[in-house]
Nanobody, 129 residues
Framework: QVQLVESGGGSVQPGGSLRLSCAAS????????MGWFRQAPGKEREGVAAMITTGGSTYYADSVKGRFTISQDNAKNTVYLQMNSLKPEDTAMYYCAAGAQRTWYLPIRYLDPKSYNAWGQGTQVTVSS
């Protein structure tokens, strides 16, 4: 029902920055929250950042807190992930995801892939010297 397309990935040196974009189309009103996830080869998908689309509350994984920022532009139906001070361990495929028409009592639920209904195709981020 909602379609998501990520962009902005690439290769950067440690300490560099990237801004990922997620353009949403379709019935975007069905999602009360949006999130960014990442998956490296041989690892499970993990939550990176999430936000409630009304109110602006945000949630971050401990590994990226202070370095990554999730934001949105409602007029453009776009969610962003600003990534600063990138580390080699940030290397992964990054996915944008849209949640359900609800909220969760426990904040940790927003970083759980099972809480999301729609996914983008992913964009690769590689951090190396």
């Amino acid at each position: 029902q909602v379609q998501l397309v990520e962009s902005g990935g690439g290769s950067v040196q440690p300490g560099g920055s990237l801004r990922l974009s997620c353009a949403a189309s379709g019935y975007t009103g069905s999602s009360n929250y949006m999130g960014w996830f990442r998956q490296a080869p041989g690892k499970e998908r993990e939550g990176v950042a999430a936000m409630i689309t009304t109110g602006g509350s945000t949630y971050y994984a401990d590994s990226v807190k202070g370095r990554f920022t999730i934001s949105q532009d409602n007029a453009k139906n776009t969610v962003y992930l600003q990534m600063n001070s990138l580390k080699p361990e940030d290397t992964a495929m990054y996915y944008c995801a849209a949640g359900a028409q609800r909220t969760w009592y426990l904040p940790i639920r927003y970083l759980d892939p099972k809480s999301y209904n729609a996914w983008g195709q992913g964009t690769q981020v590689t951090v190396s010297s």
